[in-house]
């Protein structure tokens, strides 16, 4: 998405501008002072989460890079604020009014969704309301270069966990895997002043798979950037927390459940914590790869 010539694509990019800048600043934290903002023992995948704290293959392979996710409740005001490194407290500002931007360009992209399969005017959107309580957040992430003898995926192939997403890259590595059979892995080139917009696992399961939440990963940047640290900066949105991630009503284009089909009784809040802490070396004495999974294997039958 070109996020160019309008007063909020502006916005944003000058927010991702600041946050950008402080991510080294956040990084190069010690890792004892970072490992005291994560969360993830008490059930929270928001604050810090270390390299290698997850699987990302049925393999067992570890990840190669670090996280920081700040929750948007926490920002706007709906939540109780979290602890957080002095870098975080003093960007606030920075991250309410990224939060805001990218808000609104999740309700464009919700908006124009709405209209495909015909639902109800603002359904999605009523759905994903800024105040709304939610697991919505601003994830940085730093992935730094990998050995030249031992190059392996950074983050595994995966779907997103929620509704809309916004990546901001400045260096390659993210791969898509198109649709059809016998695809091929293909890189996301970055470019100056756009966004990368995907949907993620909340917009198969509201849509019975008529929009698909696609398949990526991220690997060793390419070419000339192999030796670059790979930062980023993402806001995920996704639906409030007790909204059921089950087929949406009102519209005659959804396709309808096969004959006997019951969807899981779940909720946005448990799907998340489930997909976000499911892989969590910390938290499991033993990871089983395929439960914490999303919609993959679904979006590969429609392929």
């Not at 969360?39 to 393999?59: I, L, P, R």
């Not at 509704?163 to 016998?182: E, W």
């Not at 091929?184 to 100056?192: S, T």
Request: aromatic letters at 8%.
């Amino acid at each position: 998405m070109d996020l160019h010539g309008t007063h909020t694509g502006n916005n944003i990019l000058k927010n991702a501008d600041r946050l950008f800048a402080i991510e080294q600043e956040l990084f190069d934290l010690s890792l004892e002072e970072k490992q005291r903002y994560d969360f993830s023992k008490e059930g929270s995948y928001f604050g810090y989460k270390a390299q290698g704290a997850s699987v990302v293959d049925k393999k067992g392979n570890l990840d190669r890079n670090e996280f920081y996710n700040v929750s948007k409740d926490d920002i706007v005001g709906v939540s109780t604020p979290l602890p957080a490194p002095d870098v975080i407290h003093r960007e606030r500002a920075t991250l309410k009014s990224f939060i805001e931007n990218a808000h609104s360009i999740v309700g464009i992209v919700l908006r124009i969704l709405n209209q495909h399969p015909q639902l109800p005017s603002s359904t999605l959107t009523n759905l994903h309301r800024l105040r709304g309580v939610s697991g919505d957040q601003v994830r940085f992430i730093k992935a730094p270069p990998q050995p030249k003898d031992d190059k392996q995926t950074a983050l595994g192939e995966h779907t997103d966990f929620g509704s809309v997403t916004i990546l901001f890259n400045r260096v390659g590595g993210l791969q898509v895997l198109p649709p059809g059979q016998g695809a091929e892995w293909c890189y996301v080139r970055p470019l100056p002043g756009h966004a990368i917009i995907n949907l993620g696992d909340a917009m198969v399961k509201f849509t019975n798979g008529l929009l698909r939440s696609n398949i990526h990963r991220v690997v060793s940047p390419p070419g000339a950037q192999t030796n670059s640290t790979r930062y980023s900066l993402v806001y995920f949105a996704r639906p409030e927390d007790e909204v059921k991630l089950k087929r949406l009503d009102g519209s005659t284009c959804i396709p309808p459940l096969p004959e006997g089909v019951v969807e899981e009784d779940i909720n946005s809040k448990d799907w998340i914590k489930r997909r976000a802490l499911g892989n969590r070396v910390a938290l499991h004495k033993e990871i089983d790869f395929d439960k914490f999974m999303g919609t993959e294997q679904q979006s590969r039958r429609l392929a």
